[in-house]
């Protein structure tokens, strides 16, 4: 059974996915490289949560006990007792490999190790291990506390076990899980980056403007966002790793980065996290 979660990332998804599993009752235990870096995740949960508490959605007597069930640290080996440990940091194979070795060693044995990469083959992180029959992907979207939403990923050498444990602890945290098989970008992002990858090729073409491809999809296919806000938020750089891993499995001619996407990563133009992208969000 899983009660104490561990998070290794202390971004935005590493922080979401640690307020999810914390208000669903979880103790969590959320791992960054600096101390100070861990320390400021969890103050920047407690404004997140009290924002909440003064918008009526949650009592304090809960914001309370859900920042009482977190603790942050910089030690991999404060993650010893957890049951299950989620990695979340930057989406590069070798970085995600070398972490995993790590924790093989400083977890204790019988937890499962979970990838929340959102493309990168999990299979190549899991056989690092040696548990890779407790190894899966389960993949949160951004912003996780809102996105209702995991992808379950089963690499070939996961336990039946595993998984059921793995999609147990997403409904518990009030999420829909889906069981998909470990293929780059598995459902939602194999289907989703030609369509954002498309409409980057539709502006460098001059088929139509930023604003007016934006504002057809929202009004053509009640999209909440068009597809180039919707990279801008993802981050341009993020969305060029995941269509890169998509062409290097697939070498479907849709995956084929446009030189436009590639050229603005070059300039630093990431979308919103940079304060330029497609928008600009320094104004």
């Known amino acids: 059974m899983i009660k104490r979660v561990g998070i290794c990332g202390s971004g935005i998804m590493g922080s979401g996915i640690a307020e999810v599993a914390a208000k669903a009752g979880f103790d969590v235990v959320l791992r960054s490289r600096h101390q100070a870096t861990a320390d400021a995740t969890i103050a920047g949960l407690e404004k997140s949560l009290q924002r909440q508490v003064d918008k009526g959605r949650l009592s304090e007597e809960d914001r309370d006990a859900v920042l009482g069930r977190v603790s942050g640290t910089e030690r991999i080996a404060d993650l010893a007792d957890c049951d299950l440990v989620i990695e979340s940091v930057v989406e590069d194979l070798a970085t995600k490999k070398a972490l995993f070795l790590e924790l093989d060693h400083a977890v204790k044995a019988g937890a ?15 056989v690092e291990t040696g548990r890779a029959d407790r190894f899966c992907g389960i993949h949160f979207f951004n912003p996780a506390p809102a996105m209702s939403l995991v992808e379950v990923v089963r690499p070939l050498t996961a336990s039946d076990e595993t998984i059921a444990q793995a999609k147990q602890f997403a409904a518990d ?9 470990d293929r780059a970008g598995f459902i939602v992002n194999a289907l989703l980056f030609p369509y954002l990858n498309n409409a980057v090729r539709m502006l460098e073409n001059g088929t139509a403007s930023r604003d007016d491809i934006d504002t057809a999809m929202k009004g053509g296919c009640n ?3 068009g597809p180039l806000a919707l990279l801008d938020l993802v981050g341009l750089d993020t969305s060029l790793a995941i269509l890169d891993a998509l062409y290097d499995e697939f070498r479907d001619p849709n995956y084929s980065t446009v030189p436009l996407l590639r050229r603005m990563v070059s300039a630093g133009h990431l979308g919103r996290k940079s304060g330029r992208g497609f928008y600009d969000y320094q104004r």
Request: aromatic content about 4%; glycine content about 4%; charged content about 10%.
């Open 223 to 225: 999209f909440p966002m």
């Open 173 to 181: 945290c009030g999420k829909n899980p889906v069981e998909v098989a």
């Open 112 to 126: 499962i190790l979970a990838t929340n990469t959102s493309t990168l083959p999990v299979i190549e992180m899991a």
